[in-house]
C-alpha cells in the first residue's frame, strides 16, 4: 500500500506531494532557512498526510476499483490555501488544503466542548475571540467529479485558464470545468464501433502550458497527436501527428511494445515535447512532424534482454520523464534504482542511483556505468546482475531549482544539486 505512485512538485516548489498504492496523498513542505543554520533550507518534512482515494466497488460490472492515486496535479496558489487535484483509476477529487493556528473561544450558546447551553442559564452576553493553538493543516475535498470514465485514467492536466482541466482514459479525454462536477466535454474518443477493430489506446495527454486551446495525446502506437480545441469540439481530428517512421532493420516481435509511449510532457516554454517509450527518450519540435530533433538512450543495454522481459511482464512497466526547470536538462527513470539525466545542450549523460546504502544525507552521488559482456570493470554493474524489480517509474523536478525528487518503490529520495 506504501508503493509510491506518483510525485509532483507545486508551482512554487515549496510543496512536494506523492500518492500511494493505498490512495493516501503526503504532501512535504520545504524547511525555511534560518539564520543560525543557513545551510537547512533546502530540506523537505512532512507536511500533511491524507487518504484521498477509498476502495470501491463497481456492483454493475462486478469490478474492483483500487484506491491507488495515479497521478497529482497542483492548481497555482491564489490565496492562503492550497489546492491540489489527484484521481485513481475512476475518480478525479479537487483537495483544499489549509492552516489553521486560531480557533474562536467564548461562544454564547454553546460551552467550550461544543455542547448546547441552557438558554436560561445565560445571563451574560460574550464576545468570542480568537485564541492561538498549535498549527493545524486540514485537508478537505471541495469536489468530486465522479462517474465520466468506463475506462482507466492515465493521466490529469490543468489548463492555463485555470478554469478547466482534463482527464484522459485508455480511449477517451474529458474536459472538465472546475466549478461543474456533474457533466464534463467529451473532448476525445477515439473508440471503435467494434471493439474488436482496437487498434490503440490512449497513454498519457497534457495541456500546452501557455495555449489554453491546444493539448496533445500519446497513443500505444508510438504516435503523438496535437489538437486544437478551436478547430472543432470534438477533436478527433488532429491538428498534427508526429510519428517517427521505423527502421525495418530494427523490427523484431517487441517493436510494438517498446514503441508505446508512456508519458509525454510539453517543455516550460512550449516550443518542445517530450515522449519516453520503453528504451528512449525523444524530444519533438512542435514545428517538425516527421522525426524527433533529439532521441536520448535509456538503456540500450537491455535492447538483448527484451524476451526476459517480456516474460515477467517489465516491457510493460510505465516510466515518466521530466523537464529541468529551463528545459536544458531531461531525467527519467531505469532499473536497479538507477535514473538518468541528459543535457541538450552539452549532449553529456549520467546515469545515477538512488538507493539506501549510498543515499546518507550530504552524500554526493557516484555516477554509475552498466557493462554489457566482455571484462567489467570494477566499478561497472554487470547487465545480468540488474534488478528490475527496483524501478525508478515516477520522478520530478523542483520548477525553479535544481532538486529532485525521485521515488524508489516505497522510498522518496530528494537530491539537491551540490552547493559550494
Known sequence: ???????????????????????????????????????????????????????????????????????????????AAYFLLSTNDKTVKLWKVSERDKRPEGYNLKDEDGRLRDPSMITVLRVPVLRPMDLMVEATPRRVFANAHTYHINSISVNSDYETYMSADDLRINLWNFEITNQSFNIVDIKPANMEELTEVITAAEFHPHHCNTFVYSSSKGTIRLCDMRAAALCDRHAKFFEEPEDPSNRSFFSEIISSISDVKFSHSGRYIMTRDYLTVKVWDLNMENRPIETYQVHDYLRSKLCSLYENDCIFDKFECVWNGSDSVIMTGSYNNFFRMFDRNTKRDVTLEASRENSKPRAILKPRKVCVGGKRRKDEISVDSLDFSKKILHTAWHPSENIIAVAATNNLYIFQDKVN
Open 1 to 79: 500500500a506504501d508503493i509510491i505512485s506518483t510525485v509532483e512538485f507545486n508551482h512554487t516548489g515549496e510543496l512536494l506531494a506523492t500518492g500511494d498504492k493505498g490512495g493516501r496523498v503526503v504532501i512535504f513542505q520545504r524547511e525555511q532557512e534560518s539564520k543560525n543554520q543557513p545551510h537547512r533550507r533546502g530540506e523537505y518534512n512532512v507536511y500533511s498526510t491524507f487518504q484521498s482515494h477509498e476502495p470501491e466497488f463497481d456492483y454493475l460490472k462486478s469490478l474492483e476499483i483500487e484506491e491507488k492515486i495515479n497521478k497529482i496535479r497542483w492548481l497555482p496558489q491564489q490565496n
